[in-house]
């Protein structure tokens, strides 16, 4: 909770920082070269995404996966001058989690049981963030240099994050590449389950024997990220463009979830009520390397109708391999409304790591029971309409309304969760 005031704190002092900035460079600015950006923009921005599910790793691989999360974000780009623009990025996703209400069961009604939820603090958090990044564009507007920083707090986790990117335009800006890099400095303040926890003691604990856990508490609570991205676009034709990235990812220190649950097969049973207790949590390797790679194609098939497509492939040594393959079909209905119909489709395969609950011995080194590491394929569908008026005829205050756009999506995967999300944005200009 500290980290989240200091960030708020942080977070308003920089705003009202950058605010009187800008409004010095624009009334000592008396040039007329066309600027990158000729006006500030305002994004407000929502989602609300709700799941439910039946494979909670909190509770081993088995057990309620409701959840619902409500995220709303101000996004604010400000020309400095002609070359250069600020943007801020700010931030904050409240959840409710019956899932992770289970990290302490004990504290909610009278039966405990995986597939209810605790009426615990531990089923709700907020998660505050501010991600500023300055961009500058070279005189002829083919270099364009940019830095980012990040900054987000919720109650078990802490990160911090910098980095930069360099992008060049060749061909009469025809041919685009850009080179970009990221550092993030996480750390955990970790959440065990209750039953794993120092001095825990309950006499309604069922089972054959004496309750025994191999838990100990992880020394290191670091993890770090850094990664690489190399990104190639190429207009093709006045109808076709294409694009080609890829990612070189590195992580490394406390990789496991403090508080997802596994249940080995060689260990006896022992329950509270419904709830079976932990024998560990889960423990994964401390480093991992993942590489993206990927593209996209959009075709203009008239004045009406966009096809855009997209694929990427997935791999890392922890045994994964995956597909992502979408399209989206942007449909003009009029001269301000369009509307967004899309498909995704994704599949992996399983960690090497992953067990269901109560297939993993307590001799193995590394083992999990989080799906989200499991063998599965997932369809998303959405739809989406957007409004855009180049006149800003609509105002609010001094800014004019340049576009709304809503979306839905819907999520289906093949071990049983399902979830869908809605979003709004809106962008509003400046005089």
Known sequence: ?????????????????????????QQSDTSYKKRVLEASEVDILFSYYDQDGQNAAVTGGEG??????????????????????????????????????????????????PFDASSGESRKDVLVYINPSYQHSSEDRNSIWSVNGYVSSEYDYFSIGFGG????????????????????????NSQYPIELREGFFDDRISGN???????????????????????????????????????????????????????????????????????????????????????????????????????????DNWGIRSHTASLEVPIKLTDKFTLYPTYRYYTQTAADYFYAKEQALSTFVHYTSDYDLSKYNAHQYGVGVRYKDIFTSARVFNFGLKAIDLRFGQYERSDGLNAFIITLGTTFVGN
């Open 1 to 25: 909770m500290y980290f989240q005031a200091q960030n708020v704190k942080h977070s308003i002092f920089l705003l009202s920082f950058l605010m009187v900035s800008i409004m010095w460079s």
């Open 64 to 113: 309620t996966e409701e959840l619902t999360d409500a995220t709303s974000s101000i996004v604010l780009r400000m020309p400095m001058n002609e070359d250069d623009i600020l943007t801020v990025d700010v931030g904050l996703s409240a959840y409710t989690s019956a899932s992770s209400s289970n990290v302490n069961p004990l504290d909610g009604g009278l039966l405990v049981s």
């Open 165 to 188: 990117s360099f992008t060049k335009l060749f061909n009469e800006r025809n041919t685009e590449v850009t080179l970009s890099a990221n550092v993030f400095l996480d750390k955990w």
């Open 209 to 315: 024997g004496t309750y025994s856990p191999i838990f100990s508490e992880f020394e290191d609570e670091n993890r770090n990220s850094y990664s690489i991205s190399l990104g190639f676009s190429q207009i093709l034709s006045r109808k076709l463009q294409g694009a080609l990235f890829m990612d070189l990812v590195s992580q490394n220190g406390l990789l496991s979830t403090p508080f997802q649950r596994v249940y080995f097969s060689d260990f006896e049973d022992f329950y509270i009520d419904d709830f079976q207790l932990a024998d560990n949590v889960e423990q994964l390797p401390d480093s991992r390397f993942k590489i993206p790679v990927g593209g996209r194609l959009n075709y203009y098939l008239n004045d009406l109708i966009v096809l855009r497509s997209y694929y990427r492939f997935y791999w």
